[in-house]
């Protein structure tokens, strides 16, 4: 009792920003909250013909390039701030995502959407792991990122998975950048196919919506290429994607679990431990890094499901989401250096463009076989 008691008062204190934060923090949110406008605005301003860059992405964008030109110089003041930003901050914005969501909004589209997403997922971060890994090279890290981005929701899924992978500012960024390079094209493409009709003798007009859904990379992207036939295709889109948002909890588990089986291996005295193989299984157990933030997103998941609130309720807390999950990835382009990006080279790219391709072919093929199940 008095370990959990300790515990929860220490993750309280780690989420707890002290005067050291300040400065940085205050940075970030007035960062966040320019973006947040320049989205809404580009909406207006274009009358809605700017479509692909959400506020996440402006944010990195724009902490970038204040990143590598004028933050170095006051790096030393509000580096405190900004790395509790894309800490803490990203783990709560995590959290408050689960607003987003209800358990009713998964029953409407039933288990075909369920399956679809979960074999979408498995076969699609599989894939990128043995590819990038395997073939291209590309280091473990960004691999498991560019996976988690293509497989479950873009950036989002990126950035959550971040502290379990512990990964570099720029691998985050690389792994962003493949998500809004490859999920705009396919944004823009699946619409374009289907008014063409090269869709229509394959997929009847929900099975286009849960085909959306379960392989754009974005939430935002996601909206736009299923509104653009009409909102039933779209509704249907958004709510497939939002299970494989739901995937995101036991998704980090399961990595979490497998990075740390990997290092257990690794190490010379766990080794002798694993002679006995329940020894071995239990001492992995007691290693891993669990992800609580993603558990408590599907306690909050629950709890909107469940437990009435007003509507005010709930838009105050998304709208709190979305300034949270600015923040963090304002915090990411701000230490992020184009010097270590141009080091990666192209090869993440190609993994990007070649998970592109499987979800539009393989993610089309597990749709069709799917539905006739």
């Given at each position: ?75 030393e003041?509000?580096n405190?701030?900004?790395?509790f ?19 009713t ?8 959407a ?66 809004v ?23 009847s ?7 959306t859904?379960?392989?754009?990379h ?26 494989r ?5 036991p ?36 290693q ?7 558990f ?22 998304v ?8 923040m ?5 382009g ?35 076989g799917?539905?006739?199940?």
């Amino acid at each position: 009792m008095h370990t959990l008691v300790q515990s929860v008062s220490n993750s309280v204190h780690n989420y707890t920003p002290n005067h050291r934060h300040l400065a940085g923090l205050v940075v970030v949110l007035i960062g966040s909250l320019f973006c947040l406008w320049l989205d809404s605005s580009l909406d207006v301003w274009s009358n809605g013909r700017i479509v692909g860059l959400s506020s996440l992405t402006l944010a990195i964008l724009l902490g970038m390039i204040l990143g590598n030109t004028i933050y170095p110089k006051f790096a030393e003041r509000l580096n405190g701030g900004v790395c509790f930003a894309k800490g803490q901050i990203l783990r709560l914005a995590i959290m408050f995502y689960g607003f987003k969501l209800t358990m009713t909004q998964v029953a409407s589209v039933g288990m075909p959407a369920i399956m679809t997403d979960a074999l979408v997922l498995t076969s699609t971060f599989l894939l990128t792991y043995w590819l990038g890994t395997r073939w291209l090279k590309v280091d473990k890290e960004t691999v498991i990122l560019i996976g988690s981005g293509a497989s479950i929701c873009g950036a989002a899924a990126v950035i959550a998975a971040e502290p379990v992978v512990n990964a570099q500012a720029h691998k985050v960024t690389i792994a962003v950048a493949t998500v809004v390079v490859f999920g705009t094209i396919a944004m823009l493409l699946y619409p374009f196919l289907y008014h063409l009709g090269w869709l229509q003798p394959w997929l009847s007009a929900q099975q286009y919506g849960m085909y959306t859904g379960s392989t754009v990379h974005e939430v935002a992207q996601v909206v736009v290429a299923g509104n653009a036939i009409n909102t039933e295709i779209g509704d249907t889109a958004v709510v497939t994607k939002m299970i494989r948002v739901m995937m995101l909890a036991p998704f980090l588990l399961v990595l979490s679990f497998a990075l740390t089986k990997e290092r257990t291996i690794d190490s010379a005295a766990v080794e002798e431990d694993n002679k006995d193989e329940t020894a071995s299984f239990m001492t992995r157990v007691k290693q891993v890094k669990v992800p609580w933030f993603a558990f408590i997103f599907i306690g909050i998941v629950l709890i909107h499901t469940w437990v009435p609130m007003s509507e005010s309720i709930v838009r105050s807390m998304v709208m709190l989401d979305d300034v949270l999950l600015t923040m963090a990835m304002f915090a990411l382009g701000l230490t992020t250096h184009l010097s270590a990006i141009k080091q990666a080279g192209v090869r993440p790219l190609i993994l990007g463009a070649i998970m592109f391709g499987w979800l539009i072919l393989g993610g089309g093929l597990i749709n069709i076989g799917i539905s006739f199940i």
